[in-house]
């Protein structure tokens, strides 16, 4: 998991964000906009657009990042027995294939959008070839 952004201009719904799944044996993304990566933002995506959508992960990779490792995502992790690793600080090879599809999603995003503020629009249409 890990975050796209910020992203200028904002979106003309004030988001600048974009958090980005990926399970690593499907290549399978969920992603979503938002105006601000907050610990609740988090867990509300990995609730909704994760657990109850695809089941309980095994386990969840992110880097480093204060709004993808806290109490609130401790706890969500823990509530749910998910083991929760982090990256190699400054290594972001080691978070790879997320970190691929976040390149590969910034570029389709910038070719499907004529208004670049529309961006968040085009986010499930750039998702297509996953």
Excluded at 56 to 84: G, S, Y
Excluded at 109 to 116: D, F, P, R, S
Aim: charged content about 20%.
């Amino acid at each position: 998991m890990d975050v796209i952004g910020p992203i200028n201009p904002k979106a003309s719904n004030g988001h600048m964000f974009i958090l980005v799944a990926i399970d690593y044996f499907t290549k399978w993304i969920e992603a979503i906009t938002l105006a601000s990566v907050t610990a609740k933002a988090v867990a509300r995506f990995l609730r909704r657009d994760v657990i109850a959508r695809y089941g309980v992960p095994a386990t969840i990779i992110t880097d480093n990042a204060k709004n993808l490792n806290n109490k609130v995502i401790d706890k969500l992790c823990a509530q749910f027995k998910i083991q929760h690793r982090n990256s190699t600080p400054y290594r972001p090879q080691m978070n790879g294939a997320v970190e691929a599809a976040n390149k590969n999603i910034k570029k389709i995003i910038e070719k499907m959008t004529v208004n670049y503020k529309d961006w968040h629009e085009m986010l499930p249409y750039a998702l297509l070839p996953y």
